[in-house]
């Protein structure tokens, strides 16, 4: 697909390159082009060559990682969202696999450009550094989640968690099918269920993909959440980037009041 303005204009609004110059931005786009992919497309599998920076500006990807014949989703990711950012730095083979969930769009930016750019522009370069690190912080947030709690106090976090990103009522969405959440818990299909039955002893109903959660202090009690390993930052488009996530609240939003 060619290149729209407004495609190039919603990355260079991204926080990785609102702060570098019109110079770096044009080199770095100038070899970039705009994909359509449907879905259930493999966009790369974990051990392949990373010659593109992905970036996710419709649509929904899964990043996944396999291992002796298991597999496990680790991220999936929504507009608009850069992904396999690590190893375009390190010039690395993938970690991780992507496929799409739905139809969507992703603009590919060269790799070898990038890494140029960020030798070249110090301000782009600190942009990198910033959301490598708001990635990495987040990494540090699910190992702890993983080796510090149980299925149920996992589930139990990751429910107070939505509930506050989608405005804090206390019916709301499971943003995935459930094969996908027990997989992001670190959870098989089967203790999940168990896990949102006992749930029901804590005032959290089901339906579908519907939840409720009726006695909320009486579920924080058993989810203890804590700033240190939980971000509760709302679902907004102030907050496009991992680093911008890490440093919630930001400053101007009235959200963050």
């Not at 301000?123 to 990198?128: P, T």
């Not at 009726?214 to 907004?236: F, M, S, W």
Request: charged residues 25%; neutral net charge; hydrophobic residues 40%.
């Amino acid at each position: 697909m060619p290149m729209r303005d407004v495609d190039l204009e919603r990355v260079k609004a991204l926080p990785l390159f609102a702060g570098c110059s019109e110079d770096t931005f044009r080199r770095v786009t100038a070899g970039a082009f705009l994909q359509r992919f449907p879905a259930g497309t493999t966009l790369l599998l974990e051990g392949d060559q990373v010659d593109f920076l992905y970036v996710l500006l419709d649509g929904i990807v899964e990043l996944e990682g396999t291992w002796n014949d298991k597999e496990t989703t680790l991220a999936v990711l929504r507009p608009v969202s850069t992904f396999i950012l690590a190893a375009v730095v390190l010039d690395a083979d993938a970690l991780m696999s992507a496929r799409t969930i739905e139809r969507s769009d992703i603009l590919m930016l060269s790799g070898e450009a990038l890494r140029r750019a960020m030798k070249e522009d110090p301000q782009f370069g600190f942009a990198v550094s910033q959301e490598l690190a708001g990635c990495y912080r987040g990494l540090v947030r699910t190992l702890k989640n993983q080796k510090l709690r149980g299925g149920l106090e996992r589930l139990a976090n990751y429910l107070i968690t939505q509930k506050l990103r989608q405005g804090g009522h206390e019916t709301f969405a499971l943003p995935h099918e459930k094969r996908v959440l027990a997989s992001l818990l670190g959870m098989t299909p089967e203790n999940l269920s168990r896990a949102f039955a006992q749930l029901a002893d804590y005032g959290v109903t089901v339906n579908g993909p519907q939840v409720t959660i009726g006695r909320p202090v009486v579920l924080e009690r058993l989810a203890k959440p804590t700033p240190l390993i939980d971000n509760h930052q709302p679902v907004t488009d102030a907050l496009t980037g991992k680093a911008q996530r890490e440093r919630w609240p930001v400053e101007g939003d009235p959200r963050a009041a």
